[in-house]
């Protein structure tokens, strides 16, 4: 959009006082979307003008003036040494499929991607604990992202069958008989075969319980809301180690998912060759990197900055009194009360790690980290708050940043634009390949590739969120000290196996459940 506003706060004649009244009465006419209820994610005009500059302008200016040894650069590439654990998905007991199903179970599941894949495991969870035949998932549209891509859009079906199929006992239909169990038809009534009051977390006893009745009565139980439904603690090891074969083995994309993936894999890895090519060759290059440490190498950052994330936190991002208008306004709107605004401070906020780091954040955490601008960074992201703008000063830090967009051309991306989830696939795919995978903030996708790249024993590093948070607050920390800070905050931070604790996630921690000594 062309049009620019202009504040300057030394200009205090009436007649600039009167224009400047006069433009406010003329704004909710020629531009009604700033004065009108929001919709699902759309952005705020007023806030995204107002982006604004450097909060960290004396650490910037130093990390653009980083230099970065060979041996530093040799040891932030080298891949971690193989641990005490190793994947160990597959069952110590042969598998094997019970004489008869009890009957059918449905599930029809909320969220994003990766909200959506961890609900898909414990679905398979479920019908083995039931003895019950399980229909492919449901995927519910997402509120936000508006996505309608269904299971079978997403992931090979025919893998997904195959790989389990001495487990359970999977159909991609139900059979005539049960063509009236549809969303439709649980939305419009109360109906005995709609399971609705599974608790979160719902042990295996639960689903013997209060669910194979309504299977053996009815022949097919319907399980809506699903998400978290299924406990982490207490389960036998064999539907534990069949949670990670689904998730590590049995949940693959489809192989256009596959193949752009591998093809962005392969131009971050060969910038000037011609393999892989997709479209025309968008990467940029640097003459002077060829022989370098990490020649070849590429970091997924996913910088998960969107605006829902940016309004659910309650931080300040130095966007003013807008931002924090059109912040409050969105929470308002599109949770309408569900979401409070804060009791604390932005100091205190910030100082607990409650804040999602800003793409100038994490490339000033990146590059105190010892990454230099010659670092293949991949951009893994839905859309970024603030645009362009908020994201050119990591672009000035690592100007060999890459995304979907800058790697492929319009054809190629022609199949999965306008969906998040398949956008959302072919970065995870991307991520799964990477050399090193560093996400801004804690989400669902973040947990999945913690866990998943845990399982395969690849580099990852966790932001430590409270640290971080601490030392942007101290706006006279030295370059020097802040980068001490981080390398020593992160030393054990990049992939080293954490066993999982009771109540968390077998999805982010699969240790000790689904790995076996090495």
């Known amino acids: 959009m062309g049009l620019k506003l202009h504040y300057h706060n030394h200009y205090h004649s009436p007649r600039g006082g009167a224009l400047g009244a006069l ?42 003036q980083r230099q970065t040894s060979e041996g530093e650069l040799s040891d932030l590439w080298t891949p971690l040494a193989n641990q005490s654990l190793k994947p160990c998905a597959e069952s110590s007991i042969t598998p094997s499929l019970p004489e008869k199903s009890e009957g059918f179970i449905q599930v ?14 414990d679905a398979v969870a479920v019908a083995k604990i039931l003895n019950a035949t399980l229909v492919i998932p449901y995927l519910e ?29 999977i159909v991609k239909e139900l059979p005539s008989d049960f063509s009236w169990s549809t969303r439709e038809y649980y939305a419009t009534a109360i109906r005995a075969t709609r399971v609705k009051t599974a608790p979160v977390h719902a042990s295996a006893n639960w689903y013997l319980e209060n669910v194979l009745p309504i299977v053996q009565s009815y022949g097919i139980a319907a399980i809506a809301p699903f998400s978290h439904r299924l406990t982490f603690d207490n389960l036998p090891m064999d539907i534990q180690r069949l949670r990670c074969k689904v998730n590590f083995q049995a949940l693959v994309f489809v192989p256009h998912i596959r193949a752009l993936g591998d093809a962005l894999i392969s131009r971050l890895r060969n910038p000037s060759g011609k393999s892989g090519a997709v479209g025309t060759n968008y990467l940029q290059e640097m003459p002077d990197v060829k022989d370098k440490q990490g020649a070849g190498k590429f970091v997924v950052l996913h910088l998960r900055f969107d605006k829902d994330m940016a309004a659910h936190s309650a931080c300040d991002f130095g966007g003013g009194k807008a931002e924090k208008l059109a912040l409050a306004k969105y929470r308002q709107v599109i949770w309408q009360g569900r979401v409070l605004n804060s009791q604390f401070t932005d100091e205190e906020l910030r100082s607990q790690g409650r804040c999602p780091l800003t793409p100038e ?80 903030s804690p989400g669902n996708m973040h947990n999945a590739l913690v866990g998943h790249r845990t399982y395969e024993n690849l580099k990852t590093i966790r932001p430590s969120m409270s640290l971080l948070g601490q030392l942007f607050l101290n706006k006279s920390i030295s370059w020097s000290d802040f980068q001490q800070s981080v390398v020593e905050g992160h030393q054990n931070r990049q992939g080293q196996i954490r066993l999982r604790k009771p109540k968390q996630s077998i999805y982010t921690y699969p240790a000790p459940d689904c790995m076996c000594q090495a």
């Open 23 to 64: 433009l406010l009465l003329l704004l909710p006419i020629f531009l009604p979307s700033l004065f009108s209820p929001l919709g699902h994610a759309s952005p705020s005009m007023l806030s995204e003008w107002n982006v604004p500059k450097s909060r960290h302008q004396r650490l910037l200016k130093s990390a653009l």
């Open 108 to 121: 029809f599941l909320d969220g994003g991607l990766n909200q959506q894949r961890m609900g898909i495991c």
């Open 141 to 169: 549209v997402n509120p936000v992202w508006r996505d309608s891509s269904s299971f079978m859009d997403i992931f090979d079906v025919d893998h997904f069958i195959n790989e389990l199929k001495d487990d359970i006992s």
């Open 361 to 440: 954040e994490i490339g000033l955490l990146l590059a105190a980290l010892g990454f230099d601008n010659s670092t293949r960074l991949y951009l893994a992201s839905h859309k970024v708050y603030g645009g362009e703008a908020r994201i050119s000063t990591l672009r000035r830090l690592f100007p060999l940043m890459e995304d979907k967009k800058s790697l492929a051309s319009s054809e190629d991306r022609a199949q999965i634009k306008g969906k998040a989830s398949l956008l959302a696939a072919v970065d995870y795919y991307v991520s799964m390949h990477s050399d090193i995978f560093i996400s801004a």
